[in-house]
């Protein structure tokens, strides 16, 4: 089993900078994901990070060149480095994980689910 837990969220003018964080209990080799959905929206890919030493990152177009995803495996912690943030990125966030060494970039490909962390742009 793997518990994760985000934080991070929060209010932030266009332009601005938020870091969100995933922290993971139980096994920790799994690729993880952060996810986000807005109102009336399904559930889209945002990034993912293997967990081998290579640690491979995929993105989503809409977020390439302003997120980074990192992790700590000694941490148990998986990172969004979110920056230049739009009206459009504003979203509940999710941090999901699944066992594997590959990237996945559906929602249905995720066995975990944190709680979820809001994220609002606005000035």
């Known amino acids: 089993q793997v518990q994760l837990v985000e934080s991070g969220g929060g209010l932030v003018q266009p332009g601005g900078s938020l870091r969100l964080s995933c922290a993971a209990s139980?096994?920790?080799?799994?690729?993880m994901g952060w996810f986000r959905q807005a109102p009336g929206k399904e559930r889209e890919f945002v990034a993912a990070?293997?967990?081998?030493?290579?640690?491979?990152?995929y993105y989503a177009d809409s977020v390439k060149g302003r997120f980074t995803i990192s992790r700590d495996n000694a941490k148990n912690t998986v990172y969004l480095q979110m920056n230049s943030l739009q009206p459009d990125d504003t979203a509940v966030y999710y941090c999901?994980?699944?066992?594997?060494?590959?990237?996945?970039?559906?929602?249905?490909?995720?066995?975990?689910w944190g709680q979820g962390t809001q994220v609002t742009v606005s000035s």
């Open positions: 139980g096994r920790t080799f799994y690729t």
């Open positions: 990070v293997t967990w081998s030493l290579g640690r491979t990152a």
């Open positions: 999901a994980s699944r066992s594997g060494s590959i990237i996945y970039t559906r929602a249905s490909d995720f066995d975990y």
